[in-house]
């Protein structure tokens, strides 16, 4: 068998990461997901299919969601990246994570990531969806175990919840 | 909403507490099967059948060991052959193919190297030479005359035929005279129906990381609904004793029955002995979807016989299970799932028979839904033939404590017509039907089951408690494990810590399924904590100095006439001097699971352009017999009813003639999304269980099996016609309203 010095070539990625410089090592081909994983060890990010259909690997790139399984690493250059592991408030869980506890919205909990993800993004640009709004914007997450009913119930208490701390 | 017969005053019990492994999980620190590395990993990876069925004629992996970063290759001749009727052969061939490949997908060779884009490049490169064999892919082909067989070491279950058959089991089930039943009735339906393979579709794919060390001992860590049954299967798979393997538990990322097997353990075990090196496997979602197990697609054929006062007098039958590769019992449980109604006379037959697809695995409430969706439409159409009300007809027809189950025995305490009442007096029901929709009503059952289980419990110094069990949390189990202790030892829920132990760090307990955790492990957790109530009474009267008989144990305080309340942690505190450590554990082999029945009631809409089926409103019953977290207890009513949401309308394998899935992605294979559905209103009954010490039913199960009946009944209300095939999608609801 053969031994593995002298392979593949990798790209130097630099971007912030949860508020933090950071700056890896990628092989070219990696995902973004991959990196955030097993080279920064931020495994909230899950990988439930790797080609855009479950959102689990859902993050924030600049602002906006992203499927982290259809990015190359290397695309992160220069980008704000946010993961689960940095919505919280330092110690002050995000009010969406405090009602996906408090409204039993996770069973396996292994969804969650992307869920907290998305519905931070929703409720960033629309503090008072609708339901139906809700439903279509978590569309792209899937959950198996829940049947979404108490999902959707937290992102409305937590829209609630913003509200009432902007006013 | 709840619906409660007696319940005693609770402190803890019923509660809502925050559970306690919520935290890690929304922060997204807790670790799932995937979310481990290990210093020094390979990555594994497999090569695959590309036939569906193929004699392996030889296997040539020189080109894959020379290539780059390559350090271990394993094939089926790097596993021992277990006898033909040992239990854990069919999980050993299935998960490495020895000479014959038995499906598209079927694992041939398995290669472990520095990266999982080398090891792929390597499993590419292993020279497999095949002969090809017939391939058998549906129930018709595999019970006709003559039929190729798809798995040639295949014997009928309880058959006592030591012949070669396509057969998995047959169960016949008889009582009364049905033919007469039929010949004097008022009114008979008869029907066909059909049902795809369907996929349980958890989230998180199967993965694990094996290290075998030097010393020929094995820590895996994967994720699976029994770690204890990981280490039994791959110890059987390896020739190991199981002394040699510890599972540790990672976070399950669902399994709804699909991880109660293993597929990937033992070959990364071997892959690891051989290269001296920890091995990470992970599949990808397209491997679970070729590989891993979809519920059985099934045919039948229902009849009914009912009176025109509604006495359904006799039901006869035929349920067919393709049930995949190896031998199954799919359709022997699929007998005992037939148990909802009283049918004095009654006939049926239930087969499973093989096929060249993947080895099918549990699926919430095994082979019921198949069955319901069956014969709750036919009772469906026999309310519309009397013209008489869905919810009155099954209340005159429903079981009751001491009538039959399927298998003969009777039913014990059970609440099937408090959920129909339930339903009948809800909202929902009470409601006129909104324009342009119509209403179904369909019903399930699942019997449940108790097995082993331990727990060890244990009080701190401080008065805090640490509650250790074997049953991985799917789904909010810690935390009804730490209310039972609460109520039990009088502390505050957030004062006990539960935990998931690994093989090493708690007694045996059996795979969780059947809805047996909050059942049997919290028959140990109570049993450990009553245990330990009486030693927490005895250290109490040595610090008094009085008799045991003269201690209480009430609110978390020793009581003794005359004297303050002892609280735990005062006693605690006193351990060293009156005995040494409060710990005590608990095991058990539990019986009497208390069967949880579930009635649901929807409201849809069919598009008489397109063929989409839209649920407008969902309300589903059920009984929990105690809710010890009802959060979770909903939760599972819920997830249930939108996975059948599924099965009914979306969800199907779909194969081409030579057995290759042609939608193995969540693109193709489309589960429901939150804009697909509406919120499932929830209503908890409560007919405690007598078998347990809270009254607990298992809940995990029931909520998938009404939902097909209940949606193809609304559906009939709505447009006139009478699906009888799934999934409902929309070319087949267009077909069937082209044909009215
Ligand atoms: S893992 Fe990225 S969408 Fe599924
Ligand atoms: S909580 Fe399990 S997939 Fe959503």
Redesign the interface.
């Known amino acids: 068998m053969s031994n593995d010095a002298t392979r593949r070539s990798r790209t130097h990625v630099s971007c912030t990461v949860n508020g933090d410089q950071v700056d890896f090592l990628a092989d070219d081909g990696t995902s973004l997901l991959d990196a955030l994983r097993d080279e920064l060890d931020l495994t909230g990010a899950k990988e439930g299919c790797g080609t855009g259909d479950c959102g689990a690997c859902t993050i924030l790139v600049d602002g906006r969601i992203n499927c982290s399984c259809l990015m190359f690493a290397p695309e992160a250059e220069g980008c704000e990246i946010v993961t689960v592991e940095g919505i919280a408030e330092g110690d002050h869980l995000h009010p969406l994570q405090q009602t996906f506890l408090e409204g039993a919205a996770l069973q396996c909990g292994v969804c969650t990531p992307g869920f907290l993800v998305s519905a931070k993004a929703l409720l960033d640009e629309n503090p008072d969806p609708t339901e139906t709004e809700i439903r279509y914007a978590l569309a792209g997450n899937l959950c198996r175990c829940t049947g979404y009913d108490k999902i959707v119930r937290s992102v409305q208490e937590a829209a609630v919840q913003l509200r009432g701390a902007s006013r | 909403m709840t619906v409660t017969e007696n319940r005693p005053d609770y402190k803890w019990v019923g509660t809502?507490p925050?559970?306690h492994?919520?935290?890690d999980?929304?922060?997204?620190?807790?670790?799932?099967a995937?979310?481990r590395?290990s210093p020094g990993q390979l990555h594994g990876a497999f090569l695959r059948s590309p036939h569906g069925h193929a004699r392996i004629l030889s296997v040539d992996t020189s080109a894959a060991?020379?290539?780059?970063?390559?350090?271990?290759v394993v094939t089926g001749a790097d596993f021992p052959d277990l006898p033909i009727g040992h239990p854990e052969r069919d999980t050993a061939v299935n998960l490495m193919a020895r000479d014959v490949a038995m499906y598209v997908g079927h694992v041939v060779a398995a290669v472990a190297?520095?990266?999982r884009?080398?090891a792929e490049a390597a499993a590419a490169a292993i020279e497999v030479e095949y002969e090809l064999l017939p391939v058998v892919l549906s129930l018709d082909e595999s019970i006709a005359d003559g039929a190729p067989l798809a798995n040639a070491d295949n014997r009928t279950a309880f058959s006592g035929s030591d012949d070669p058959s396509n057969l998995a089991t047959v169960t016949p089930l008889e009582r009364g005279d049905v033919d007469a039943a039929f010949e004097a009735a008022d009114v008979v339906v008869e029907r066909e129906f059909d049902t795809a393979w369907v996929h349980?579709?958890?989230?998180?794919?199967h993965a694990c990381v094996v290290d075998v060390g030097a010393d020929g001992k094995a820590e895996v860590w994967a994720s699976s609904q029994g770690h204890f049954r990981v280490r039994s299967q791959a110890a059987a798979v390896l020739g190991w004793d199981t002394a040699r393997i510890k599972v540790i538990p990672a976070?399950?990322?669902?399994?709804?029955g699909g991880k109660t097997t293993i597929y990937l353990e033992p070959v990364a075990a071997r892959l690891s002995e051989k290269s001296g090196r920890p091995v990470k496997i992970?599949m990808?979602?397209d491997e679970v979807l070729r590989a891993t197990g979809p519920a059985p697609a099934s045919k039948s054929r229902i009849r009914i016989a009912a009176t025109n006062d509604g006495e359904l007098t006799a039901i006869d039958g035929w349920i067919g299970y393709a049930v995949g590769c190896t031998g199954d019992m799919a359709g022997f449980v699929g007998a005992m799932s037939v148990a909802s109604y009283k049918f004095p006379n009654l006939k049926m037959e239930f087969v499973g028979a093989l096929t060249n697809t993947p080895r099918s695995a549990a699926y919430r409430a095994p082979s019921a839904p198949q069955a319901a969706f069956a014969i709750e439409s036919v009772i469906d159409e026999i309310a519309q033939a009397l013209d008489t009300d869905p919810i009155e007809l099954r209340l005159k027809n429903a079981v009751v404590e001491g009538d039959l189950t399927s298998m003969g025995g009777p039913h014990p305490r059970i609440g099937f017509v408090e959920c129909l009442e339930a339903i009948r007096d809800s909202e929902h029901y009470q409601s006129p039907v909104p324009d342009g929709a119509a209403r179904g009503i369909g019903t399930g059952f699942w019997f449940n089951i108790g097995e082993q289980s331990s727990a060890t419990v244990n009080l701190n110094e401080d008065g805090t408690a640490t509650v250790i069990t074997g049953s991985p949390d799917?789904?909010?189990s810690r935390a009804s494990m730490a209310l039972m202790a609460a109520e039990e030892l009088g502390l505050d829920v957030h004062r006990i810590t539960p935990v998931v132990a690994d093989t090493e760090s708690v007694g045996f307990t059996d795979v969780t399924e059947g809805s047996r955790a909050t059942f049997a492990t919290g028959m140990a957790v109570v049993n450990a904590c009553r245990d330990l109530v009486g030693e927490l009474k005895a250290r109490a009267a040595t610090i008094r100095g009085v008799e045991v008989d003269a201690v209480a144990w009430v609110d978390g305080a020793a009581v003794v006439d005359g004297h303050d309340p002892l609280p735990l942690a005062d006693i605690t505190a006193k351990a060293k001097s009156t005995g040494g450590p409060l710990t005590v554990t608990a095991s058990l082999n539990a019986g009497g699971a208390g069967p949880s029945f579930a009635v649901h009631c929807c409201d849809v809409s069919v598009d008489e352009e397109t063929g989409r089926v839209e649920v407008l409103r969902y309300t589903t019953a059920q009984d929990a017999g105690t809710a010890i977290h009802p959060?979770?207890v909903?939760?599972?009513m819920?997830?249930?009813?939108?996975?059948g949401i599924g099965w009914a309308l979306n969800e199907e394998y779909v194969y081409a003639d030579d057995g290759t899935m042609l939608n193995a992605?969540?693109?193709d294979y489309r589960?429901?999304?939150?804009?697909d559905?509406p919120?499932?209103e929830t209503i908890i009954v409560e007919v405690p269980n007598p078998a347990h010490p809270y009254g607990v039913r298992g809940v995990g199960e029931t909520g998938i099996v009404p939902p097909m009946g209940t949606i193809a009944n609304a559906v009939s209300r709505a447009s006139g016609v009478r699906l009888t095939s799934l999934p409902m999608s929309p070319p087949k609801v267009l077909a069937a309203l082209d044909d009215r």
């Open positions: 809502r925050i559970r492994d919520g935290y999980k929304v922060v997204g620190k807790a670790r799932f995937a979310d590395n060991e020379a290539m780059s970063g390559v350090k271990a190297a520095s990266t884009a080398e349980q579709g958890y989230i998180e794919p976070e399950i990322g669902g399994g709804f992970v990808t979602r799917i789904g909010g959060s979770y909903e939760g599972q819920q997830g249930g009813t939108a996975q992605s969540f693109l589960v429901p999304v939150a804009s559905l919120m499932i």
